[in-house]
T-cell receptor, first 114, second 114 residues
Framework: EAGVTQFPSHSVIEKGQTVTLRCDPISGHDNLYWYRRVMGKEIKFLLHFVKESKQDESGMPNNRFLAERTGGTYSTLKVQPAELEDSGVYFC????????????FGPGTRLTVL | AQSVSQHNHHVILSEAASLELGCNYSYGGTVNLFWYVQYPGQHLQLLLKYFSGDPLVKGIKGFEAEFIKSKFSFNLRKPSVQWSDTAEYFC????????????FGPGTRLSVLP
């Protein structure tokens, strides 16, 4: 069974540019989560999809971040325009079981904004 | 809001030493508890989890953790560490509710000297 995959693994962009991160969850997992770890700090929740619907987006830092999950399969997270403080590692996770919610994580995308 | 603390930022041990990493959480309700590990260059992997039942849970690679409800703690232990245990360890909590996102601790970096 393939795990959670993320693309790209590393992205370097300049301030003001746009970046789109992609996450492919484990097949059959309706729940998809985005998290972010800014350098030296804890991993923080961004948002949660159940299929194509946003269940909880309370962790999204501001309106420069837009997440989508069209069709309830893969998800994208777009940052537009990127700022220096957006640098960090963006993790995606998926889970199947709502009751126990064991989440499987992808390898992360390291975003560097110069 | 929930918060999770981990007692040590960086732990350095020699091989065969015993390990205990502390984790405390703030939420007073029913929670699910997890320890994840991130080996260098790899993605987050689940070490062990607690949902209910026996408060002493065993995970992979000889790790175990004890849930002490009265202390809001979920400390991770291993009787004898190996060089290959060098990694970053994260404690995570989610409320015992369907599909809740994780709240992570800041992580503890473990370095095991050969």
């Amino acid at each position: 069974e393939a795990g959670v995959t993320q693309f790209p693994s590393h992205s370097v962009i300049e301030k003001g540019q746009t970046v789109t991160l992609r996450c492919d969850p484990i097949s059959g997992h309706d729940n998809l989560y985005w998290y972010r770890r800014v350098m030296g700090k804890e991993i923080k929740f961004l948002l949660h999809f159940v299929k194509e619907s946003k269940q909880d987006e309370s962790g999204m830092p501001n309106n420069r971040f837009l997440a989508e999950r069209t069709g309830g399969t893969y998800s994208t997270l777009k940052v537009q325009p990127a700022e220096l403080e957006d640098s960090g590692v963006y993790f995606c996770a998926s889970s199947q079981d709502l009751e126990y919610n064991e989440q499987f994580f992808g390898p992360g995308t390291r975003l560097t904004v110069l | 809001a929930q918060s999770v603390s981990q007692h040590n930022h960086h732990v350095i041990l020699s091989e065969a030493a015993s390990l205990e990493l502390g984790c405390n959480y703030s939420y007073g309700g029913t929670v699910n508890l997890f320890w994840y590990v991130q080996y260098p260059g790899q993605h987050l992997q689940l070490l062990l989890k607690y949902f209910s039942g026996d408060p002493l849970v065993k995970g992979i690679k000889g790790f175990e953790a004890e849930f002490i409800k009265s202390k809001f703690s979920f400390n991770l232990r291993k009787p004898s560490v190996q060089w290959s245990d060098t990694a970053e360890y994260f404690c995570a909590v989610n409320e015992d509710n369907y599909g809740q996102n994780f709240v992570f601790g800041p992580g503890t970096r473990l370095s095991v000297l050969p």
